[in-house]
Every structure is written in C-alpha cells, then in structure tokens.
C-alpha cells in the first residue's frame, strides 16, 4: 500500500496544486455571490476605496491562478514516473530574472499611483470645521469628548463619555481627532473604511461623511495588550436633530453626576 503511494505521490501534489486555484476560485466566486467581501458601506468616500480593493484582489488573484496552474504543469509533466532523462541543474536565465523582477515593480508602482487620490482624500485633506469629537484609545477602552455649547475642545462644557458608544451626525463632514493615553492602538471602522493608528504623543484626525443612519462596530486593529480582545465599542450615526438631543441628555446626565459629587 505505502509502496502504491510512493510510486502516485508525484501525481498527487500535482492534483493538489491544481486543487489549490480551483478551490480558491469556487471561493470567490461564492464570496462574491453571496456578499460576503468587506460590510456594509455607509460612508460617501466607501465606494472609491471598495473599487481599490477589488482591482487588487482581481490582479492578485490572475496571478494566483496562473502561478498554480504552473505549479500543476511542471509538477505533472516532470512526474519522475515518466520524465526521462534524469534532472540537469542550469544556472538559470538572466532575461528571465529581469522580466520578472520588472514586472512586479511596475505592478506596484502602478497601484501606488492609482490610489494616490483616495490616500490623499482620505489622510491628507481634512475639512477645515472644528472638531466633532475627540476619541482616545487606552487600555483597553475607547474614550469620547465632545465639544459642550461652545463648540470647543477642553473646556469647562465638554461632555466626557467612557461608556464605548461614539454618538455622532450623518449627512455632514465630521472630522475627529484621534489619540492614545498609553499604548499604539488601530481606531478602525469597517462600514465607513476608516483605519488609523493611533500613536502616543502624536495627534491626528480622520474624517468622513457618512451617507446613513444606524450603529456599528468600533474595532481596535492594533494588538495593544493582554485585553486587546475586549477594547470594542459601538458608532451611532444619527440624524441632526437626534444627534443634538442625544448631546443635551448626556450633558444633563453628566451634570447630575457633578452635582451628586459636589453633594
């Protein structure tokens, strides 16, 4: 039986190579058809880096395919079965190193090129408005302040919530500034296609437009530490006028809080 084997194991990781492309082409094409890739976008800006993402995965994949179809081929074909003579070891082709070696490079610089417009709408204009809010990564929460009657951050009327839950209005710029009180936490929001890391001693900003309402997930993307697994919490996009009530419940909330303080 083992010597039966030792004689098709040639023929067998041939298969399996070919198994390799068809099995990860059945998944996409599952993936694709069932909607299951990336959630539900909800921000104006979502469809441009969705477009990136599938260009890349269709590039990515073209070449998956055919490197394991070249796998499959040489594998089948060099079968120590039937290939005769024995192997010839050669030191190989310069022009064939080059080419591809080229063409990856260009590859890249090509993506790098194309999403140069969604990387700099995304990182690197931000909408000239005050702050909506500031969030704070620590371990291992995520904090929120929101600027009080005023319009202004880190004065007496700021509202201060340690809760998880980010309140904030869609149909509008928002622009907030993000910082960590400790470790390197990754402030991401997958339904709005927003990561950044979150550096201590540096301040920076993300910013958006959301399109709808609802709640969804806030995500730490960075390992930060033993609880990383729990340092979750929830975004609700809301309406102006909900969103400004909700800001006026949470100051009267805080405001009951300092006066059963000071009692």
């Given amino acids: 039986m083992i010597k039966r084997f030792l004689q098709w194991a040639p023929s067998f990781w041939a298969l399996l190579f070919l198994a390799v ?35 890349i995965l269709y590039l990515t994949g073209a070449v998956f395919v055919v490197t394991e179809a070249v796998l499959f ?22 022009s064939l190193e080059v080419v591809w070696t080229i063409i ?13 417009d969604a990387w700099a709408a995304a990182k690197m204009r931000p909408p000239e408005i005050p702050f909506t809010a500031e969030v704070t990564g620590r371990q291992f929460n995520w904090d929120f302040r929101y600027p009080g009657k005023d319009g202004q951050l880190y004065t007496a009327d700021d509202i201060v919530r340690t809760d998880g839950n980010l309140y904030l209005p869609y149909g509008e710029e928002v622009l ?4 960590s009180a400790d470790v ?16 201590p001693g540096m301040e920076q900003k993300m910013w958006f437009k959301a399109k709808e309402s609802g709640s969804f997930d806030i995500v730490c993307a960075e390992l930060c530490g033993w609880g990383h697994y729990k340092m979750k919490g929830r975004l609700h996009l809301l309406p102006r006028t909900a969103y400004e009530a909700k800001l006026a419940e949470m100051e009267a909330e ?6 059963a303080e000071a009692n």
């Fill in 21 to 55: 492309p068809i099995m990860g082409v059945g998944t996409f094409v599952l993936a694709d058809r069932y909607n299951i890739w990336l959630p539900r976008d909800v921000s104006e800006h979502g469809r441009v880096i969705d477009e990136l993402f599938f260009f």
């Fill in 73 to 94: 081929y040489f594998a089948w074909k060099y079968d120590a079965r039937r290939a005769r003579p024995g192997v010839e070891y050669t030191h190989g082709s310069h």
């Fill in 104 to 116: 990856p490079a260009v590859t890249l610089l090509f993506i790098a090129i194309y999403q140069m």
């Fill in 176 to 179: 907030l500034k993000i910082n």
């Fill in 184 to 199: 390197l936490h990754s402030f991401f929001l997958p339904n709005l296609r927003l990561k950044q890391d979150v550096v």
């Fill in 254 to 259: 805080q405001n009951a809080v300092r006066v």
